[in-house]
Structures are given as structure tokens and as C-alpha cells.
């Protein structure tokens, strides 16, 4: 994952946060011109601070529990099967891309929600919200779908393999099988050398930035000798 987005949204909420910090310090010496009391001046800065309080709340909490329902959908509904088959790696990348998602795709959305505490008319406020929520919300399925979520749903979604490729069976794999027992095992290669002697089962078949995986096996006569594979990053 690419920390570069991430930073830049975290450096988009400091400097948003520092522009209400100003405007409530312009009000602040507004509000002193008018010789308040001790009290007055406490009460004053108090409410400052809660709306300040409120606002950071309001853009971790409504990021963290939005993000939740994606979250929930792809990783109740992932095929366990195929990932322990050929990517149990995949589960350990879940964590950095619900990071990501949370920083980047609804943070959009927080803002909005944390706009009815510093909007004073909150019908207003309202009236933005909803469509943005429906607006931002469907963009960031669109863009998940383009995004590492996919891979939960289907790891081979940017791999291209033959129709009757069995990838269950990966696991059963071994050297020193024979070219009709790797056949009954793993289906059609996609390719076959020249010789006969490399069997090329996966290789990638994405567009744009994606995850791919790769399966060559090599035989010497009729023994599976070597087996070649590997998930690539293509970008």
C-alpha cells in the first residue's frame, strides 16, 4: 500500500482543522471587544473547545463506522476455499487496505457530517449531507471495485487461466508427478511449450494496476521437476 494518498488527507484534515482554529480565534477577539467577564471569557472558550473535540470525533468516528459495512461485506463474503488454496497471504494485507479505505474514500463524508457542527443553520447542513453521503457512497464501491477488495471475492479477478483450471488443487501439487497426473490435478494449461516440457497454467491478464498470479510447472521427460509460482504486482 502507498502512504503518499494517506498523508495528504491527513495533512487535508491538520490544515482544515487549523482554518476553523482561525476563524475561532478571529471570533474570539471579536467576542473580547464586547468586555466580557472572567466567565463570560471561560464559558466562551470552553464551547470552543467542545466544537473542536466534536470535529475530530466526528471525522475519525464517522469514517471508522461507515467504512465497517464494506469492511463486513467483503471479508464475511470472501472465498475462503480458493484464498487458502493459492493466497493465505491476502489475509494479512486486509488491515492496511481497511486503513486506507477508511483515510481515503470516506473521509469525504466525515467532513460533510462534521459540517453540521460548524454551520450554524443546520437545516442547511442537512440539505448537503444526504446527497453527498449517496454521492460519496457510491463512488467509493465504484472505486473499491477497482481496489485489493476484489481479490477477497475472486484472487484470480486480473488472472488469466483456462476454463477448466482447478485452483483448489494447487495445494495437492508436488514434483516428481507425471504430466497425466498434473492434467487430472490442475485442468488445461493456457500454454504448452513447444517441447512439452512447461506447462503454463497462469500468468497475468489485468488492466491497469492489479495483482496477479503466476504457475509455470517444468518436466523432465514425464516428472514434474519444477514448480513456478508467484503472486506479481502489475503497475
Not at 467577564?37 to 463506522?65: C, D, I, Q, W
Not at 443553520?121 to 476484489?150: C, E, H, Q, W, Y
Request: glycine letters at 4%; aromatic letters at 18%; a negative charge.
Amino acid at each position: 500500500m502507498h502512504d503518499f494518498p494517506s498523508d495528504l488527507i491527513n495533512l487535508f484534515i491538520v490544515c482544515l482543522e487549523l482554518f476553523f482554529v482561525c476563524i475561532d480565534v478571529f471570533r474570539f477577539i471579536k467576542f473580547q471587544k464586547q468586555l466580557p467577564t472572567k466567565k463570560e471569557t471561560l464559558r466562551y472558550l470552553g464551547f470552543g473547545l467542545l466544537r473542536v473535540t466534536l470535529f475530530l470525533l466526528a471525522v475519525a468516528l464517522a469514517s471508522l463506522v461507515l467504512s465497517l459495512i464494506p469492511y463486513f461485506y467483503y471479508w464475511f463474503g470472501r472465498n475462503k476455499e480458493l484464498i487458502e488454496a493459492i493466497w493465505p497471504e491476502l489475509n494479512s494485507h486486509f488491515p492496511f487496505i481497511f486503513i486506507t479505505f477508511i483515510l481515503i474514500f470516506l473521509f469525504p463524508l466525515s467532513v460533510i457530517l462534521a459540517a453540521i457542527l460548524v454551520i450554524k443553520k443546520i437545516r442547511i447542513a442537512l440539505s448537503l449531507v444526504f446527497p453527498m453521503i449517496a454521492i460519496f457512497g457510491f463512488t467509493s464501491f465504484l472505486m473499491l471495485a477497482f481496489n485489493d477488495f476484489k481479490y477477497y471475492k475472486n484472487p484470480l479477478a486480473d488472472t488469466k487461466v483456462s476454463e477448466s483450471f482447478k485452483p483448489l488443487n494447487l495445494p495437492l501439487l508436488k514434483e516428481g508427478m507425471t504430466k497425466e497426473e498434473v492434467l487430472n490435478l490442475l485442468g488445461d494449461p493456457i500454454q504448452i511449450s513447444k517441447d512439452k516440457n512447461s506447462f503454463y497454467y497462469a500468468e497475468e491478464g489485468g488492466y491497469g494496476e492489479y495483482w496477479y498470479f503466476w504457475l509455470s510447472l517444468d518436466f523432465e521427460g514425464n516428472s514434474l521437476s519444477l514448480i513456478n509460482k508467484e503472486w506479481a504486482y502489475e503497475d
